[in-house]
C-alpha cells in the first residue's frame, strides 16, 4: 500500500534553533517528493521538490534530503523563526499515474 | 492578484441544505483540484479536471459534484449536507495534470454542517 509517515506528529523549539523533520514512504514506483508548509487556516504551499536523482534541495532556511534507497526525507529549518510555526507536510507522488500521497504533516511551533 | 481564490472562507449550515463553494485561477493552469482536509489532517483528493474535463474523481458521495464552466473556475456543489462533512475544502490548479507540475492552493474554506 502506498503511504506517507511524518514524524514527529508535532514538536515545539525555540526561536533560533534548529529542528528536522522526518518523512518515510513505501510509495512506488517514485517520481518526486515534495515538503509543503500549511500555515494555520491556509493552503499548502511548496517548499521544494525533489527527483529520485536528487539528494537534497535547499529553499532559504529549509533544507530537504532525500535518500531513495531507504525511502527517506527530511526537511532541515536552520535558525527557526516564529513564522516558521505551521504544519510540514511531506507528498510523496506515484510515477505510474503522478497521483499524490499526503502525509499527515508535522505541526511544528516556535516559541520566543 | 490572488492565484487561487475560493469563497467562501467559512460556511456554516444546517444539515440537509445544499451548498455551494467557488474556486477561480489566474494562473492560466489547465487542471483544477478539489481537496478535503479532515480532522486527522490528510489531504484527500476528491476531483480533478483538466480543459474542463473530469479525469479523478475518487470515492466521493454523489451528493458531492464539481461544475468546471471554464477551466478557470471549478466549483464544488454539495447537496444534502451531513455532519461529516464538516472539513477544510482546498481548491487547487496545476500547469499539467496528476503532479507532474506545482499545485498552487487555495486558502481553504471551512465547512461546518450543524
Known amino acids: 500500500k502506498n503511504q506517507v509517515e511524518q514524524s514527529p506528529q508535532s514538536l515545539i523549539i525555540l526561536e533560533g534553533k534548529n529542528c528536522t523533520l522526518q518523512?518515510?514512504?513505501?510509495?512506488?514506483?517514485?517520481?518526486?517528493l515534495r515538503w509543503y508548509k500549511q500555515d494555520t487556516g491556509r493552503g499548502p504551499v511548496s517548499l521544494t521538490i525533489?527527483?529520485?536523482s536528487e539528494n537534497t534541495k535547499s529553499n532559504g532556511r529549509y533544507t530537504a534530503t532525500l535518500d531513495a534507497d531507504t525511502k527517506q526525507s527530511s526537511l532541515h529549518i536552520t535558525a527557526s523563526q516564529l513564522s516558521d510555526s505551521a504544519s510540514y507536510i511531506c507528498?510523496?507522488?506515484?510515477?505510474?499515474?503522478?497521483?499524490?500521497?499526503w502525509g499527515a504533516g508535522t505541526k511544528l511551533i516556535i516559541k520566543p | 492578484d490572488t492565484a487561487v481564490s475560493q469563497t467562501p472562507k467559512y460556511l456554516v449550515t444546517q444539515m440537509g441544505n445544499d451548498k455551494s463553494i467557488k474556486c477561480e485561477q489566474n494562473?492560466?493552469?489547465?487542471?483544477m483540484y478539489w481537496y478535503k482536509q479532515d480532522s486527522k489532517k490528510f489531504l484527500k483528493i476528491m476531483f480533478s479536471?483538466?480543459?474542463?474535463?473530469?479525469?479523478i474523481n475518487e470515492t466521493v458521495p454523489n451528493r458531492f459534484s464539481p461544475k468546471s464552466p471554464d477551466k478557470a473556475h471549478l466549483n464544488l456543489h454539495i447537496n444534502s449536507l451531513e455532519l461529516g462533512d464538516s472539513a477544510v475544502y482546498f481548491c487547487?490548479?496545476?500547469?499539467?495534470?496528476?503532479?507532474?507540475?506545482?499545485?498552487?492552493f487555495g486558502q481553504g474554506t471551512r465547512l461546518t454542517v450543524v
Open positions: 487547487a490548479s496545476s500547469q499539467e495534470a496528476f503532479g507532474g507540475t506545482e499545485a498552487f
Open positions: 494562473l492560466g493552469h489547465d487542471t
Open positions: 479536471y483538466n480543459n474542463k474535463e473530469l479525469i
Open positions: 518523512c518515510n514512504y513505501t510509495v512506488s514506483p517514485f517520481s518526486n
Open positions: 525533489m527527483t529520485f
Open positions: 507528498v510523496v507522488i506515484l510515477d505510474s499515474n503522478y497521483q499524490l500521497i
